[in-house]
């Protein structure tokens, strides 16, 4: 059981790490079960590039929408970029700081999508296979087809069973050939996404620190702000309806009193609790009120706290004493045996 708490201990410290390499490996698992079971090349002149080009560019898209959507704090985002300024401020770099956070989590499944189907090299393949050099890799002497005839050829590359144009260009040179060229892509597109990574990650802090630090403070602060607005607000509908229930059973009570002279209960103990922690909010009118002002409104965010004794460093004027001096206290114990 150690063991287990561990790594649950590790997992919950390291949730955006370990939430960004389970995105990594899905997107990396989507890529190759599509790669191995649905990628079929359409082998036509005037469709390969559009369905290459696709396989290699929408699904990234889609994922890049879905890392968005699928994170719980565009919400947060959304709530306070449209939310009105009332007595809180809104600052747009800690907005900034959000989004920016949310982009780098949603690129991870894309990137790793873009770099496993150009390393794969099907869809550059697929795409360009009418675009081949065949003065340099094949026989450029055949002239006795047209330009129309020889794109038609070349198209059926990807499509071993029904390639025909052994004598231009032999099937195996050039699918080697494509591929190459889209490998040498992937590791580039990875050597620029891992230095871009790097960047990020690494220097930006060292430039704007105190900046970095600030926005991040805030962007923790709204998202902790909102967590425990929410379990307030589900702890006070508790509380609410428990009170609702048991009144509502009282007056049932009460009338059979009325009718057959039953003694009434008492209230049980939590409820009793329950009515406390409603906090004066005991009508529905009220609480849309509260949450309308909630919205609006914010308190702003200035904590009035008593000031601390300017003794041992600490800043403000001293405490008043809660109680008078002991000579004082003997006196007034005096005057009022007296």
Not at 170 to 187: D, T
Request: hydrophobic content about 40%; some cysteine; glycine content about 4%.
């Amino acid at each position: 059981m150690d063991k287990f708490r561990m790594i649950f201990q590790f997992l919950q410290s390291n949730q955006e790490s370990f939430m960004n390499g389970i995105c990594g490996i899905m997107a990396l698992a989507s890529a190759q079960m599509y790669s191995a079971f649905d990628f079929n090349c359409p082998c036509l002149p005037h469709y390969n590039l559009v369905y290459g080009l696709g396989v290699l560019l929408v699904p990234p898209f889609i994922l890049f929408l879905l890392g968005f959507v699928l994170n719980n704090n565009i919400s947060m985002l959304a709530e306070e970029w449209r939310r009105p300024r009332g007595q809180r401020g809104k600052d747009p770099a800690v907005l900034r700081y959000m989004f920016c956070s949310m982009a780098q989590r949603a690129m991870i499944a894309p990137v790793v999508w873009v770099s496993v189907t150009l390393l794969d090299g099907k869809c550059i393949t697929c795409a360009f296979c009418t675009s081949l050099p065949v003065e340099t890799l094949g026989n450029a002497s055949h002239t006795s087809l047209s330009q129309g005839e020889m794109k038609r050829v070349l198209a059926r590359i990807p499509c071993k069973e029904i390639y025909n144009g052994q004598e231009f260009i032999a099937n195996e040179v050039a699918i080697r050939y494509l591929r190459c060229i889209s490998q040498a892509l992937g590791w580039c597109f990875v050597l620029l996404m891992t230095t871009l990574a790097f960047l990020v990650r690494s220097l930006r802090p060292c430039f704007t620190q105190a900046a970095f630090l600030k926005s991040r403070y805030w962007s923790h602060y709204i998202d902790i702000e909102r967590k425990l607005f929410d379990e307030t607000c589900a702890e006070h509908a508790k509380s609410f309806a428990k009170v609702c229930i048991q009144q509502f059973f009282e007056s049932m009570s009460m009338d059979l009193v009325a009718t057959r002279c039953h003694p009434p209960r008492k209230a049980p103990v939590d409820v009793e609790e329950a009515a406390e922690k409603l906090l004066g909010i005991t009508d529905q009118g009220t609480m849309n009120a509260a949450l309308k002002s909630w919205h609006r409104c914010k308190p702003p965010l200035h904590l009035h706290s008593p000031t601390l004794p300017n003794s041992n460093g600490w800043v403000g004027e001293k405490l008043p004493p809660t109680q008078p001096p002991a000579p004082r206290r003997e006196m007034a114990a005096y005057y009022s045996r007296v």
